[in-house]
């Protein structure tokens, strides 16, 4: 059993190392204009710096340290969904993994301390954690697991905010996703800058300058309505109802041929949250309650499913036809010069593409709607969570906390700059809307614990040729509620 302690060295070591690092300048920048940081030290003494934070590197706030070699142990799947961003062997000269290997470097030998991988064959780490808790062995101090299926497990997890150590309010973390997915005032898993596949699984739009000068469009003007505010769903609806070409000449609109919208079911959630749709919203406790059928949510989706039904401009994967392999044949066109539009993320089968692209956010519903949103897989992309069985929570909630800080600064530098020099992203406007994307990563608390497979009902309505979405709900209003009371139950249990 591990049981090394945090030990604080004294405040003026400590606070000399804060002035050194308010002034240390670096090359990536970490935000808008100046501002006044407040920063506060393991004593409670409070210092105020003026930093520039495009400019210079925010103080972290923990204490210089010695864990007298303390291991951290992360435990990831080996196969699935394997989050990369927490460690890397050895350098490569691959620019990301020596990022992060130097970065474990840094803080190991800051800190005295051991950063350390678990791998598991298990689809969902969640299943392994439920056993070391039952067990009381503290040999797991992360958890790295699908959110879906760490929160229906949230009873093995510790509420992070109570921690001594994570100060979320920092650029390092979300503080949006965090306030989304807390339950009771209390966040029991979330995503930092340690973590990139989060990052890499994000859905957004992608549009092909090519197709979109061919039909009178002005590509860069894409970038424009995001910069002023008038990326909206009618917006690219028009765009796209604009586009389609029977490219062969048989008649037939198939693979073959060129659309104004290519993806997947999933696409219709991916438009339907970017646009505000939520399947719960949370009462002044910060409990859920059930919002599915909010007047809101039916404007949202009419619209949604007026643009992902329109057989006539949107193509999605799950309408394929004269294919023996569906997905095979989605991964050919995700590279071809086959869409104006296609929602997904920015993986490596882009690399293939011979045409030119750019990126912008999933639309906003409104002019008037104040953030963009959008989400990973909910159930594969791994968000992170400490066991209640770990050994000394304090410590692991500092160690996370300089991984996440030193990554800010050391790691998304690299990560952004990697995105634009393997030509993942075409141009520099693509990297500036990567940031943009990444920033409002945000989980919808209902679709996430995905109580009465809630989320499926949007997903799937494009399947069908009249919108079901009212019909659906009430028939499975019933499931849905009693599934968010098991939950509820568990919070209280707490």
């Not at 490569?92 to 840094?106: C, F, H, Q, S």
């Not at 070391?132 to 797991?140: E, P």
């Not at 994967?317 to 023996?324: D, E, H, I, L, V």
Request: some cysteine.
């Amino acid at each position: 059993m591990k049981k090394h302690r945090l030990h604080a060295r004294n405040a003026a070591a400590f606070m000399q190392a804060l002035l050194l690092a308010a002034i240390v300048l670096l090359t990536a920048c970490s935000g808008g204009g100046g501002n006044t940081a407040s920063t506060t030290a393991a004593a409670g003494d409070t210092v105020t710096e003026e930093v520039v934070t495009g400019e210079t590197t925010l103080p972290s706030n923990l204490p210089p340290s010695d864990f007298d070699g303390f291991e951290l142990t992360f435990l990831r799947s080996e196969k699935h969904f394997t989050e990369k961003g927490i460690y890397s062997e050895e350098l490569t000269g691959d620019p990301v993994p020596d990022a992060i290997y130097e970065r474990n470097l840094k803080i190991e030998t800051d800190y005295n301390c051991k950063i350390t991988v678990l791998e598991t064959q298990t689809r969902y780490p969640a299943d392994d954690v439920a056993k070391y808790v039952l067990a009381g062995d503290d040999t797991v101090d992360v958890n790295l697991c699908g959110g879906t299926f760490t929160a229906r497990r949230i009873g093995d997890y510790l509420a992070l905010n109570q921690l001594t150590y994570f100060d979320f309010s920092k650029p390092w973390w979300n503080e949006r996703f965090n306030n989304g997915i807390s339950l009771g005032g209390n966040v029991y898993f979330t995503v930092g800058d340690h973590m990139i596949l989060a990052k890499q699984n994000l859905y957004f739009i992608i549009f092909n300058k090519d197709i979109a000068t061919d039909y009178g469009m002005d590509p860069e003007g894409f970038y424009q309505h995001v910069y002023d505010d008038e990326w909206t769903l009618d917006r690219l609806s028009s765009y796209a109802r604009t586009v389609k070409d029977d490219l062969n000449g048989d008649g037939v609109y198939d693979v073959n041929d060129l659309w104004g919208l290519l993806g997947e079911n999933y696409c219709t959630w991916t438009l339907a949250l970017g646009s505000g749709f939520r399947c719960a919203e949370k009462d002044g406790d910060d409990l859920p309650y059930i919002t599915f059928d909010s007047e809101k949510n039916v404007q949202v989706i009419d619209k949604v499913f007026a643009l992902t039904a329109d057989r006539d401009t949107t193509y999605f994967a799950q309408r394929f036809k004269g294919t023996s392999n569906v997905w095979s044949e989605y991964s050919r066109m995700r590279s071809a010069p086959q869409w104006l539009f296609i929602i997904t993320g920015l993986g490596n089968s882009m690399r293939e593409a011979e045409f030119d692209y750019g990126l912008v956010p999933t639309p906003k519903f409104t002019e008037t709607q104040e953030y963009y949103y959008h989400d990973a897989s909910l159930g594969n992309n791994p968000v992170m969570s400490i066991p209640v069985s770990a050994s000394s929570p304090d410590t692991v909630s500092f160690i996370i906390e300089a991984m996440a800080y030193e990554s800010h600064y050391m790691v998304m530098p690299v990560f952004y700059d990697n995105y634009l020099h393997t030509k993942l992203a075409r141009d520099e406007e693509s990297v500036e809307m990567l940031r943009m994307i990444h920033g409002s990563l945000f989980y919808d608390i209902g679709s996430l614990f995905d109580w009465g497979s809630m989320r499926m009902i949007v997903e799937n309505l494009p399947d069908k040729a009249e919108n079901t979405f009212a019909s659906t709900y009430a028939a499975s209003a019933g499931k849905i509620q009693a599934d968010l009371e098991v939950t509820l139950k568990m919070i209280a249990d707490k």
